[in-house]
């Protein structure tokens, strides 16, 4: 009688696991941590410095969870340093708990393209790459420090620049109304001032009770934004005031500056954060600011191009100082002069000139890293 063999089931195998080397304890083990923000939780992933993945987990993105992820990477080992996405955003808050823990960290960029389409995109991966681009010092910015009177300055700037952008859509609105306004009233508006158009609209006294013709409905309309405009302008200059006293207890040199007003010295006080010297070099500021000419060489060709990358705001306050001196300060004029002659553009020389004025800029900023007379701009 032939004998029916059993199935063999195999033995399970355990799922290959990151272990330290011999003789290595979580006490002696020198570890790196890398962290994906999201607006709800965090996840976070931890390797050690010969690179093996030791595990990742995910946190909720409040005081307590920020506590919990960082007593699980210390658990780990001795905690070197942190790559953190979006420090600026999300991960604001875990930053400035870190930062009060006394904990080294990084500005890690989210991976490019071509990492996802090769690795994929997840949550514990991005964490896994941050941490690696820590470890390998491929991320090595400093993230900003926002506990102080810039990170004040900063949010007081938002309501600034959307009052303003609020203000300019009304008048826009009002412009175009009157464009479609019937024949009686768009002789009376069409060939105002903006400033006379605004107080004759506030002066408007439509029917309430005829509101059904459209004359009386426009009035309103128009009546009603001019009222808008008013309180925005009062809450812009209100700002103003704020601002402008905030600037002057941060750093009264830069508003000593000639061009530099209390909007252009905001933006740059914003654009450095409320630990500039992170920025440890002029040519880094100038980088920050996109006014650093990139090489775009090629063969016998020895050329630079135009940086379109860095704060664009901060490259738009300097645009904002060029064009004030070239009207107003005569070594300005003078420089713009000789350049002229010399063959180049008025683009080139104000792309020149912002490159000059951002250096005066950084020693304005950081002054403690000057160990020789600051070169002057033009």
């Known amino acids: ?37 999201h607006k709800d939780t965090h996840t976070a992933a931890v390797i050690d ?92 910015g400093t993230p900003k420090d926002r ?19 609020q203000r300019a859509d009304v008048q826009r609105r009002m412009k175009t109304l009157i464009v479609t306004a019937p024949e009686v009233l768009r002789e009376r508006l069409r060939g105002l001032s903006d400033k006379q158009l605004l107080a004759t609209c506030a002066r408007l006294r439509p029917d309430p009770a005829r509101l059904h013709d459209p004359v009386e409905a426009t009035k309103h309309a128009l009546r009603t934004l001019a009222a808008r405009h008013a309180q925005l302008t009062a809450e812009i200059a209100a700002l103003d005031v704020h601002l402008a006293a905030l600037v002057q207890r941060i750093n009264p040199a830069l508003l000593e500056l000639n061009g530099v007003g209390v909007d252009v010295a905001g933006q740059l006080l914003v654009t450095a954060g409320g630990n ?70 008025k683009k080139e020389i104000i792309r020149c000139l912002k490159r000059l004025i951002a250096r005066e800029i950084y020693y304005t900023l950081i002054p403690e890293t000057i160990t020789e007379p600051a070169p002057r701009a033009a």
Not at 152 to 161: D, W
Not at 308 to 322: I, T
């Open 147 to 165: 506990d102080g009177a810039v990170e004040a300055l900063r949010v007081l700037r938002v309501a600034r620049r959307s009052g303003v952008s």
């Open 1 to 37: 009688m032939a004998r029916t063999k059993r199935p063999v089931t195999p033995a399970p195998q355990a799922v290959p696991q990151a272990v330290p080397a011999a003789g290595v304890t979580a006490g002696d083990r020198e570890v790196v941590g890398g962290v994906d923000t």
């Open 49 to 140: 410095t010969a690179g093996r993945m030791l595990g990742h987990e995910t946190f909720p993105a409040t005081g307590p969870g920020y506590a919990r992820l960082l007593d699980w990477l210390c658990g780990f080992g001795r905690l070197l340093l942190v790559g953190i996405e979006g420090t600026g955003v999300y991960g604001s808050g875990l930053a400035a708990h870190l930062r009060r823990a006394g904990v080294a960290m990084v500005e890690v960029d989210r991976p490019d393209r071509k990492a996802r389409r090769w690795q994929g995109k997840s949550d514990p991966v991005d964490a896994e790459a941050a941490a690696r681009a820590a470890l390998a010092a491929k991320a090595t």
């Open 276 to 345: 500039p010297d992170r920025i440890r070099t002029e040519p880094k500021f100038a980088m920050l600011c996109g006014v650093a000419p990139l090489p775009a060489s090629s063969g016998r060709t020895n050329r630079h191009r135009l940086n379109r990358g860095g704060d664009r705001q901060a490259n738009a306050a300097l645009y904002r100082v060029v064009l004030c001196r070239l009207r107003w300060d005569p070594r300005t004029r003078v420089y713009a002069e000789r350049r002229t002659a010399e063959g180049l553009s």
